[in-house]
């Protein structure tokens, strides 16, 4: 069995400074193979707030692998944000925007879907869906993860990434079985395979891990749990009146019958 924690949507420097020792308590305590952090480390892609985000990283025992979001750009250096938009997080967090990290028999491909030149609409660039799609591996199961979701419900008010819908059909006919996302801080997995859409596609969309906007009323990460065909999904939440996180939710599902069920 091989075990991920999915973080995403950090925001330090708008964070609950009282949950990052119950968030790293947590996280030590589920003994992950594999941490995977899916962009918005940041509030504001400032230096003070990129250094944050890295000693919180550094705290994490399980090896971590970790893409931008469209908060980790300068908003308010125009420059850099034109011409050298990832510069910073590069200086913390290694020169590749999209690392590649395995974990026993899963396999997890980044992808960077921030786009500098717009504040919050993500895009899938030219050359992305091919890479991923050359990292598959035919025998193992196979984890896209990005900031930007790849599909919506209709509830949400955002733009899709530009490229998502082909991005998602064309990766889940390549075999890649998980997608990881964030950018909503809404959860949405099982409204998302309702949909019948990408029966092939477990879609995790996790909620924000520390923000601290009260709107989004908890805080939360996930935890997957992958033997074979099957994945046991944890939700860890912790309310944002709260200062610890309650015993998660669980969801059993396959993929046995070639299609993605809960079981």
């Not at 995977?36 to 892609?45: K, N, P």
């Not at 250094?51 to 979001?69: E, K, N, S, T």
């Not at 500098?116 to 984890?143: C, F, L, M």
């Not at 033997?227 to 599902?253: C, I, S």
């Amino acid at each position: 069995m091989t075990r991920i924690v999915h973080l995403t949507d950090l925001h330090f420097g708008f964070h609950r400074q009282a949950m990052v020792e119950p968030l790293l308590e947590r996280i030590d305590a589920l003994r992950p193979d594999l941490v995977v952090v899916g962009g918005d480390l940041t509030h504001r892609g400032l230096p003070g707030q990129l250094a944050q985000a890295r000693a919180f990283l550094d705290r994490i025992a399980a090896p971590v692998m970790c893409m931008p979001g469209n908060h980790d750009v300068p908003l308010w250096n125009p420059v850099a944000r034109t011409f050298w938009p990832f510069a910073g997080y590069r200086r913390l967090f290694g020169p590749s925007l999209t690392p590649v990290g395995r974990a026993g028999d899963v396999r997890v491909m980044a992808i960077n879907s921030a786009d500098p030149y717009s504040w919050q609409r993500g895009k899938i660039r030219a050359g992305e869906i091919s890479r991923v799609i050359g990292h598959v591996d035919p025998i193992g199961t196979n984890i896209a993860a990005l900031h930007h979701p790849l599909q919506q419900l209709p509830r949400v008010d955002k733009a899709l990434a530009r490229r998502a819908t082909e991005a998602l059909s064309r990766m889940e006919a390549a075999g890649v079985q998980v997608v990881l996302s964030g950018h909503l801080h809404r959860w949405a997995v099982d409204e998302l395979l309702a949909t019948g859409r990408h029966p092939r596609v477990l879609q995790i969309q996790t909620g924000t891990a520390l923000c601290a906007r009260l709107t989004d009323r908890q805080n939360e990460f996930a935890l997957l749990d992958i033997e074979g065909a099957d994945l046991r999904l944890e939700r860890h939440m912790a309310p944002m009146q709260a200062m610890a996180f309650d015993p998660p939710q669980v969801g059993q599902y396959s993929r046995a019958s070639g299609v993605w069920r809960r079981v």
